[in-house]
């Protein structure tokens, strides 16, 4: 499971920098989650289409997951649109770690022990780290008017959100196969999208988008569906807050690819913060 959960990881931030670096746009959304319907479709029929009427319940399960999975989509664009790839990405992945505890334990009745406790707060100190400009006492008293930007709100809803799906998936996956039940809501986010775009945007518009950012395009949808995949396995038989704390590694991944590839600028306080969080995903890695 943990091997599974730090691949998801490191595939997630790469799809996130893909996101990030053709401008975040809804349209570049929509088109991936299409995208991501027409590649697995042959797996689908293949596998899931011959029985689905045996999965019980799987429609409902889909379409509530669907509407969580289409929110965070929603806000991460909207939070892209508005922040850096090194700022946005940490806030909107960390902050599952605000809602998810709460969340589990009153909704599946899960508890974490001592040692997740507070590697889960070492991983939302480093998180504070890396939106604070330098290490002095100043930096951190004008935290507060930093963190109500529209980045960070759109973030912390996107978080808001994945935290929501993350529960609602791990019900699911506890009755129905993890592969049917991504790939109905993934098809069902991919209708709203298409419905979207196609009213909102022109269709030279769309064309253009898909010429300039096709391979980008294709391989989101392809890394975003097999490396929640993987978590949704590690999900079955794991503690929800545990999974999701260590899969926090993406934000180490997703804060170096904005510094080698976007050029963002990596300060002392984001280096901070990616070592705090990647030690506290280390000690989850352990936690029981």
């Known amino acids: 499971a943990v091997f599974l959960v730090v691949f998801s990881a490191a595939t997630h931030a790469y799809w996130n920098f893909l996101l990030k670096r053709s401008g975040g746009t809804q349209l570049f959304v929509g088109l991936s989650k299409v995208g991501e319907v027409v590649m697995f479709a042959p797996l689908f029929l293949v596998l899931v289409a011959p029985k689905i009427g045996v999965y019980d319940g799987l429609f409902f399960l889909a379409a509530v997951g669907a509407s969580f999975v289409l929110a965070n989509y929603v806000f991460l664009a909207l939070a892209y649109s508005h922040g850096d790839l090194s700022f946005v990405y940490p ?17 599946v009745g899960e508890r974490i022990s001592v040692i997740g406790a507070a590697a889960m707060g070492l991983i939302v100190l480093g998180i504070i780290a ?44 506890q009755r129905v196969p993890a592969f049917a039940y991504i790939y109905l809501y993934t098809a069902l986010t991919a209708v709203a999208y298409a419905a979207f775009i196609w009213r909102r945007y022109p269709r030279a518009l769309i064309a253009s988008e898909w010429r300039a950012n096709r391979w980008s395009i ?9 490396s929640y995949l993987l978590v949704l396995f590690a999900l079955r038989t794991g503690t929800s807050s545990y999974v999701i704390a260590l899969r ?12 080698f590839f976007l050029r963002e600028e990596i300060s002392t306080p984001k280096r901070l913060g990616v070592a705090l969080i990647v030690v506290g995903c280390i000690i989850v890695g352990t936690a029981r």
């Open 91 to 107: 806030v909107a992945r960390g902050s599952i770690l605000l809602f998810l505890p709460m969340l589990a334990y009153v909704t």
């Open 218 to 226: 294709l391989q989101v949808g392809f890394f975003n569906i097999t």
């Open 248 to 259: 926090q590694l993406s934000i180490a991944v997703g804060v170096a690819l904005g510094a």
């Open 130 to 173: 890396l939106q604070l400009r330098t290490l002095e006492w100043r930096a951190l008293a004008s935290l507060g008017s930093q963190l109500r930007s529209p980045a960070t709100t759109f973030a912390l809803l996107a978080a808001l959100g994945a935290a929501c799906y993350t529960i609602w998936d791990k019900r699911a996956v």
